[in-house]
C-alpha cells in the first residue's frame, strides 16, 4: 500500500490548452492514452465505503488500482492507495487490497459502473525540495451514456515538502486560472449515475457532516473541517457559474459563512492576523453574493405578490446584475488566488509550526471542542438578555452569534458520538434552528425596506405588497421563547 498526496486543479479547456503550449516542457514528457473502467456492486457499495477500483489500459499495459477516500477532499487528496499489474478488465480480489474483505459475499456482483478516458500529457518537475509529477488530463467519463468532460492539473507528490506542491500550482496559477478540483473522476461518474436515475442536473449541496473522530488533535480537526467548507464552496460554486441556481448561490454563501466560524472558533490555533485577513476576503466575497440573495428572496416574495410590472421589472433588472457582479467576483484572480492561499495555508501554513501554539495545536480536539461550545453558547446567552426588546443591530448580533453556535455543533458533532451526546446533539441543534428561524424572519423585515429604497419602491403601493407583515412583539416573543427553549436543552458535550 502506498499514501497518495495530490493537490487537483480544474482549468478550462483553453487554459489547459495554454498550459500544453507554454508549460509543459518539449522534452521528458510522456503523452498517453488512457482508458479506465469502474467497478462496483449494483448498490454502489464500495461508493458508499469510500473506495474505488478500477482497471486502467494505456496501450497493452493494465493496472488495477484500488483507493480509500472516506474523508472527501477538497484539492488536496491523501489516500491509502493499492497498486498492480492485471491481465485482462477482471479484477483480482486477492489479500493484497481490502476489496474482498468490505465486500464480503456481495464481491462476486461487482461490475463496470462506469469509463473514463483522457489524453495524458506526464511530466516531472524535480528541485532540491521535492519531486513533483505533474499530470494534465484532458477527455471525459461516461456513465449510462451521460457524460462529463474532464479537464484538471494533478500535482502528486513523489518526495519531498507538500509546500512544493503549492508553490507549482501557484506557478500555474500566474500562467491561467485555477480552481481547486474537489471531485476525483470517480465521484463525477457516480454523479453521473445519480443523474441518469432522477433525470436532473447537478441539486446545491448542503453541508455534510465533518469527519472527526476522538483521536484527532485540534489541529488535525481544524484541517478537516477547513476541507470539507472548501468543498462545498466549490461544488455550488461549479453549479452557480453554470446554471445561476438561487439555491447553489445560497449554499455557497454557507460554505463562506462556515469558514469564518471556523476561523473565529480556531482563532486560538491559527492566530488573530491570519484568521482576519481570510475573514476579510470571505466576508467581502460573501457580501457581493449577498446582494443577489437578498433580491432572490424578494423576487420569491414578489411572484407571489400583486405588484405592478414596473416592480417587478426592478426587482429582476437588479437580480440580473446582481448575478453578474458574482460571476465577476467568481472569475477574479482575488477569489481565486484567496482559495488556493486558504488551502495551501491550512495545510503548510506557519501555525503548524509555531511554538506557541504548540500546546493548542496537540490538545485533543474532543477538549477543545467542549470549550469552545461553552463560550459560543454563552455569547448566545448573555446576548439574548431581553431579547424581546433588543433593538435590529442587537438582536442581529445575537443572530451571528447563535449561526457561530449552530457551525460549531455541526463541525463538532463526530467527536460526542455516545448514544445519550448524539440524542442531545440533535434536539440542540433543532433547538438553534428554531431560533435561526425566528431572528432570521425578523432580520429580513428589518432590512427590506432599505432593498425596496434602492430599488425606489419605497414609496409605492408595490413596498406595502413585499413588506412582510411586521407583528413586531408577535415576533419578538417567539424568538425570546425559542432563545430559553436553547438554554433549557441539555448541552451534548459534556
Same mark, same amino acid.
Given at each position: ?29 510522456? /503523452?498517453?492514452? %488512457? ?13 458508499? %465505503? ?8 494505456? #496501450? @497493452? +499495459? ?8 472516506? &474523508? ?9 492507495? =493499492?497498486?498492480?499489474?492485471? @491481465? ?28 473514463? &478516458?483522457?489524453? *495524458?500529457?506526464? =511530466? ?45 500550482? @501557484? ?13 476525483? +473522476? ?70 463562506? *459563512? ?13 492566530? +488573530? ?5 481570510? $475573514?476579510?476576503?470571505?466576508? =467581502?466575497?460573501?457580501?457581493?453574493? #449577498? ?40 472569475? $477574479?484572480?482575488?477569489?481565486?488566488? !484567496? ?6 495555508? !491550512?495545510?503548510?501554513?506557519? =501555525?503548524?509550526?509555531?511554538?506557541? *501554539? ?24 448573555? #446576548?439574548?438578555?431581553?431579547? +424581546? ?29 455516545? #448514544?445519550?451526546?448524539?440524542? *442531545? ?39 406595502? /405588497? ?18 430559553? &427553549? ?9
Amino acid at each position: 500500500m502506498a499514501q497518495e498526496i495530490e493537490l487537483k486543479l480544474v482549468v478550462t479547456t483553453e487554459a489547459a490548452a495554454v498550459l500544453a503550449r507554454d508549460f509543459v516542457p518539449a522534452e521528458g514528457t510522456d /503523452v498517453v492514452k %488512457q482508458h479506465a473502467v469502474y467497478f462496483d456492486t449494483p448498490e454502489h457499495r464500495l461508493f458508499e %465505503q469510500g473506495a474505488s477500483l478500477r482497471i486502467r489500459r494505456s #496501450g @497493452r +499495459k493494465r493496472v488495477q488500482t484500488v483507493k480509500l477516500d472516506a &474523508a472527501k477532499g477538497a484539492g488536496l487528496f491523501a489516500r491509502p492507495e =493499492w497498486e498492480q499489474p492485471v @491481465r485482462s478488465d477482471v479484477p483480482v480480489l486477492d489479500a493484497t487490497t481490502p476489496i474482498a474483505a468490505m465486500l464480503g459475499e456481495q464481491a462476486d456482483m461487482l461490475a463496470p459502473v462506469f469509463t473514463v &478516458a483522457v489524453e *495524458r500529457l506526464r =511530466w516531472l518537475v524535480e528541485t532540491e525540495e521535492a519531486a513533483i509529477e505533474l499530470v494534465l488530463d484532458r477527455g471525459s467519463v461516461t456513465a449510462e451514456a451521460q457524460i462529463s468532460h474532464v479537464c484538471e492539473v494533478e500535482l502528486e507528490l513523489k518526495r519531498g515538502d507538500p509546500a512544493a506542491l503549492f508553490a507549482l500550482a @501557484r506557478r500555474i496559477g500566474a500562467i491561467v486560472p485555477v480552481r481547486l478540483g474537489v471531485l476525483t +473522476k470517480s465521484e463525477r461518474g457516480y454523479a453521473l449515475l445519480a443523474a441518469a436515475v432522477d433525470g436532473s442536473g447537478p441539486d446545491a449541496v448542503k453541508a455534510g457532516p465533518v469527519s472527526l473522530d476522538r483521536a484527532m488533535t485540534t489541529a488535525d480537526a481544524f484541517q478537516a473541517i477547513v476541507r470539507a467548507c472548501l468543498r462545498q464552496y466549490r461544488l455550488n460554486e461549479t453549479i452557480l457559474l453554470e446554471t445561476r441556481a438561487p439555491e447553489a448561490l445560497h449554499q455557497a454563501r454557507v460554505a463562506l *459563512r462556515r469558514l469564518r466560524s471556523a476561523l473565529r472558533i480556531f482563532t486560538p490555533l491559527v492566530g +488573530k492576523s491570519d484568521a482576519a485577513r481570510f $475573514s476579510g476576503e470571505l466576508r =467581502w466575497l460573501a457580501q457581493v453574493m #449577498g446582494t443577489a440573495r437578498d433580491l432572490d428572496v424578494l423576487a420569491k416574495t414578489a411572484a407571489a405578490a400583486d405588484i405592478s410590472d414596473i416592480a417587478r421589472d426592478r426587482i429582476q433588472t437588479a437580480r440580473h446584475t446582481a448575478y453578474d457582479a458574482v460571476e465577476a467576483a467568481l472569475q $477574479s484572480p482575488r477569489v481565486l488566488t !484567496t482559495m488556493l492561499d486558504l488551502m495551501a495555508w !491550512t495545510t503548510v501554513g506557519l =501555525w503548524l509550526t509555531a511554538a506557541d *501554539r504548540e500546546t493548542v495545536r496537540t490538545m485533543p480536539a474532543r477538549r477543545f471542542a467542549a470549550k469552545a461550545l461553552r463560550k459560543r453558547r454563552k455569547a448566545v446567552k448573555t #446576548g439574548g438578555t431581553s431579547l +424581546k426588546a433588543l433593538p435590529d443591530e442587537d438582536r442581529h448580533a445575537v443572530r451571528k452569534a447563535a449561526k457561530t453556535l449552530r457551525y460549531a455543533a455541526e463541525f463538532f458533532a463526530g467527536l460526542f458520538d455516545g #448514544g445519550r451526546q448524539r440524542r *442531545r446533539h440533535a434536539a440542540f441543534v433543532r433547538t438553534l434552528e428554531k431560533l435561526q428561524d425566528r431572528l432570521g424572519t425578523m432580520n429580513d423585515v428589518a432590512t427590506r425596506p432599505a432593498l425596496l429604497a434602492r430599488l425606489d419602491l419605497c414609496d409605492t403601493n408595490d413596498a406595502g /405588497v413585499l413588506l412582510a407583515p411586521r407583528r413586531p412583539r408577535k415576533r419578538a416573543r417567539a424568538a425570546a421563547r425559542a432563545h430559553d &427553549a436553547l438554554l433549557a436543552r441539555k448541552r451534548f458535550w459534556r
